[in-house]
């Protein structure tokens, strides 16, 4: 496979012009306080002990968490970005773009890893009425998410494998499809939309034609709660389709050749709505 390494220069300094970086922060600051009125409802409505929470709590609860410390690594480097151009001496090095990559890859594969384990439990207690076991402490849940990204990247940083491009440090940008750049982001989001978003629709079908059995055996009002879940389940496909279907076309674009700077901006504008979208979702799923 034929491969071109990018221009991944941390000499290089970008410049983010005001019309993207003024609303960039204020989508940025809304999720991050949105994020955080999501965890503080969870730990004041929850009582008792944390692992004996309700699964989709703990879900919640770990995914709000990753919203967080992602939109506060995006947030550090974008700061950084700001003053290197206005202070002397404190420009973004080599060891500083390595550890802003790792870290807000970490979190975003993280939130990934979540989202499609929460699928994949859901799928087993809607069609099998089956709980999937996540061991003490959710240590068959928590150690993949958090430990697989980590270890992966900690190679890639090992490696010299992260740079600089004009939105953020990420790995470095190679042409082909068979590049650790495309396999550890664009086919880590494709694979995670596919599993997701057929297993919630083969879950839609399913109880779509639940609901339409009660509805003709015992009534309208019998069939609203299977209905509710449709709506739940929809809602959560189109979140992650939103916030990592860009991701997904960016990284497939870079692979063939550079993208516009609009497609990056837009990637980082929507991936930083994240936790206002998940917010949505949240108070849509209590509220009913």
């Known amino acids: 496979m034929y491969m071109t390494k990018l221009i991944n220069d941390t000499d290089n300094v970008f410049e983010t012009p005001k019309e993207f970086g003024i609303p960039m922060i204020v989508i940025t600051f809304c999720s991050i306080v949105i994020s955080s009125t999501v965890l503080i409802s969870l730990m004041k409505t929850k ?3 944390f692992f004996e929470w309700k699964i989709i709590d703990r879900f919640s609860l770990y ?10 690594s995006q947030t550090a480097y974008g700061t950084h970005n700001w003053l290197e151009r206005r202070i002397p001496n404190l420009g973004i090095g080599k ?3 390595t550890i802003y990559g790792v870290l807000i890859m970490e979190f975003q594969l993280s939130q990934v890893i979540l989202n499609t384990t929460t ?29 697989i990204p980590l270890v992966l990247l900690t190679i890639a940083a090992f490696f010299d494998q992260f740079g600089r ?14 590049t650790s750049y495309f396999l550890q982001i664009g086919l880590f989001f494709l694979v995670s939309l596919v ?37 739940k ?21 870079i692979v063939i050749e550079e993208p516009p700077i609009g497609v ?25």
Not at 63 to 72: G, P, R
Not at 172 to 177: L, V
Not at 200 to 222: D, E, H, K, P, V
Not at 233 to 253: C, D, M, P, R
Request: hydrophobic share 50%.
């Open 47 to 49: 009582n008792g002990n």
């Open 119 to 147: 699928a994949i439990y859901a799928f087993n207690l809607v069609m099998r009425g089956r709980k999937m076991p996540l061991g003490k402490w959710d240590a068959y849940l928590l150690c993949p998410a958090f430990g």
């Open 264 to 288: 990056r901006y837009a990637t980082v504008f929507i991936g930083a709505t994240g936790g206002i979208m998940n917010g949505a979702v949240y108070l849509q799923v209590y509220k009913n």
């Open 95 to 97: 060891l500083e773009c």
């Open 195 to 231: 599993i997701i978003t057929a297993l919630y629709i083969i879950m839609w079908i399913y109880i779509r034609r639940q609901t339409t059995a009660m509805n003709s055996s015992y009534g309208q009002r019998s069939a609203v709660n299977g209905r509710r879940l449709a709506l």
């Open 63 to 72: 995914t709000v968490i990753c919203d967080i410390l992602f939109y506060f």
């Open 165 to 178: 491009n004009p939105v953020a440090c990420l790995l470095k940008e190679e042409r082909g499809f068979l």
């Open 233 to 253: 389940l929809s809602l959560y496909v189109l979140i992650h389709v939103i916030q990592f279907g860009a991701g997904v076309v960016e990284a497939a674009w």
